[in-house]
C-alpha cells in the first residue's frame, strides 16, 4: 500500500498533472466570466435588438401541439460562448508557441556540420561523434 501511495504522490507531483489541474482550475474561473459576459452584457444587446426584453433564452418558435418551442436563443448563447472561449484559446496557445520558439532559439548552442558525414555537431568540436571524422575549424557554422 504504500509503494502504491508513493507511486500516486510521484504521478501528482509530476509537472504535467500540476499544470493540467491548474488549468481545469483556471478554464472554470475563466468560464464563469465568459457566461456572465455572455448572460449579461451580449444576449440583454442581442435581445433588444430582436424586439425587446433582456432574456436571450426566451427567442423562440413555438411549436404547434408541444408546450416548449424552438429555443434558438439558448442555441445562440451557446454559440457566442464557444467562440469567446476558442477565439481566448487560440490566442493563448499563439502566445505560448512565440514565447516557447523564442526561448529555444535563445538557448540553442551555435552548430556546425561535419565535413565527412554532414551531421550537426556543436560548434568547436574537434571530432564528429557520429562519424568521429576529424573537424577542422573551418567547417560550415549553422
Known amino acids: 500500500m504504500k509503494k502504491l501511495f508513493a507511486e500516486f504522490k510521484d504521478f501528482i507531483a509530476r509537472g ?3 499544470d493540467m489541474a491548474i488549468g481545469v482550475i483556471i478554464g472554470g474561473a475563466f468560464m ?17 435588438i430582436s424586439g425587446g426584453g433582456t432574456e436571450v433564452s426566451g427567442l423562440s418558435i413555438p411549436v ?4 416548449h418551442g424552438i429555443d434558438f436563443g439558448s442555441f445562440i448563447s451557446a454559440i457566442i460562448n464557444f467562440l469567446i ?4 484559446v487560440f490566442l493563448l ?9 523564442g526561448k529555444k532559439e535563445s538557448t540553442d548552442s551555435p552548430t556546425q ?8 555537431v556543436k ?5 564528429c561523434p557520429h562519424c568521429t571524422g576529424e573537424i577542422k575549424s573551418t567547417a560550415h557554422t549553422v
Do not use: Q, W, Y
Not at 496557445?93 to 520558439?101: E, L
Open 32 to 48: 464563469a466570466i465568459v457566461n456572465s459576459l455572455v448572460n449579461d452584457i451580449v444576449n440583454p444587446f442581442i435581445k433588444l
Open 85 to 88: 472561449i476558442a477565439v481566448i
Open 93 to 101: 496557445v499563439k502566445a505560448i508557441n512565440k514565447f516557447m520558439k
Open 123 to 127: 560548434a568547436g568540436a574537434t571530432r
Open 64 to 67: 404547434a401541439g408541444t408546450e
Open 16 to 18: 504535467n498533472v500540476m
Open 113 to 120: 556540420v561535419c565535413p565527412h558525414c554532414l551531421e550537426e
